[in-house]
């Protein structure tokens, strides 16, 4: 057998996204044990980086070895219990997700359905929380990558501290990209993951729990059903002065995720999310110029993931197949109900670039031309250009 050279790609889809050199490079620098000294300080770092990046003060700010769904396995596991009654909004594949899985720890899931490509309503989860007698958590995503869906946040948490119920948010696809306001928003958990916005290869998700999670965590009747994703016995490995073995920590993605939180704090928040916010403009605008409309409306629209629905006249799968064969260039097609429908793509941490914006455009003007259903050449570049030259 040989060597395995992965053909050159521009990763444009729903995750992962491109990883900077730097990055790379910190996954083949050599390994320490999991207990050495030296390694202990990686680990303070991403801490203390992890809780810049998600603003919060939650010491209990760790990185769970898995991708972004064992971040949301490990938030349900701890804080459900058979019998717990748990809130979920539905609006999408992510949500649908979490609703199964509390079902799986024994809780009973009160599903707040919403269409694809809309909002959960607040008011609806407030009937739900008044309706329902006690409920021990509301769960919500907030960046609903199958459908580019962007959940208000900010009052939510203070609503579920009312009703005493504990707010979990995933945050996979929107930590890196838009603010994530953990404690102004009262989130007691929440979750992401490397290979969205951080910009990272997929394997570890961060994670924090505030003080109110812990508590009802070390008040459960019953052991957490998962034992790799215990957090009371995670967190004797993560706080400091203990340093007990639980598992192996992954040593070199912990490198790599140190390296890739250097990088945004380097770039600095702000500056973060204003370059997620202008590409996705000039993108959309550029898409727009080629017929394809927006799935969400204008204020709740995601800028690292952006949804279009695709005309029943182009073959979605088959441009695809030509972008990523032809150029090289990824990005994703619809899920569920929306397969075959709606085409998405990533604008996450490293690949959110003014290049790469023009650079995908560019293709897919070339490929709609090829294929007759446009007739201009350049309007969707100019489309674009027009948004940065806007900002300059
Ligand atoms: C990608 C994603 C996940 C799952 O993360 P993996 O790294 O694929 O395990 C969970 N929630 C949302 C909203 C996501 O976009």
Known sequence: MQEFLPPRRLLLGPGPSMVHPRVLRALSTPLLGHLDP???????????????????????????SGTGSAGMEAAIVNVVEPGDAVIVGVNGVFGGRLATVVERCGGKAIRIEAPWGQIVPQEAIETALRQ???????????????????????SIGRLCRDHEALLIVDAVTSLGGIPVDVDRWNIDVCYSGTQKCLSCPPGLAPFTLSDRALA??????????????????????????????HHTAPISMLYA??????????????????RHQLNSEALLAGLMALGLAPLPPAEHRLPMLTCVTVPAH???????????????????????????????IGLMGESCTEANVLTLLNALEELFIRS???ATPGLALQTAARVYSRTR
């Open 372 to 374: 007759g259903w446009i």
């Open 132 to 154: 329902s007698g006690p409920v021990k958590a509301v769960v919500l995503v907030h960046a609903e990558t199958s459908t580019g869906v962007r959940q208000p946040m900010e």
């Open 216 to 245: 009802a965590i070390k008040k459960r009747r019953t052991p957490c059903q998962s034992w790799y994703l215990d957090m009371a016995l995670v967190a004797d490995y993560w706080a400091e002065g203990s340093r007990a073995y």
């Open 38 to 64: 030296a390694f202990l300080t990686v680990m303070n770092d991403i801490q203390s980086l992890l809780r810049e990046t998600f603003r919060t003060e939650h010491r209990f700010t760790i990185a769970i």
């Open 257 to 274: 995720l140190r390296e890739a939180l250097r990088l945004v704090e380097e770039e600095g928040l702000p500056a973060r999310f204003a």
């Open 314 to 344: 182009i073959d979605e799968a088959a441009v695809r197949a030509q972008l990523l064969q032809t150029f090289g260039i990824e990005i994703g097609g619809g899920l569920g109900p929306l397969k075959g429908k709606v085409w998405r």
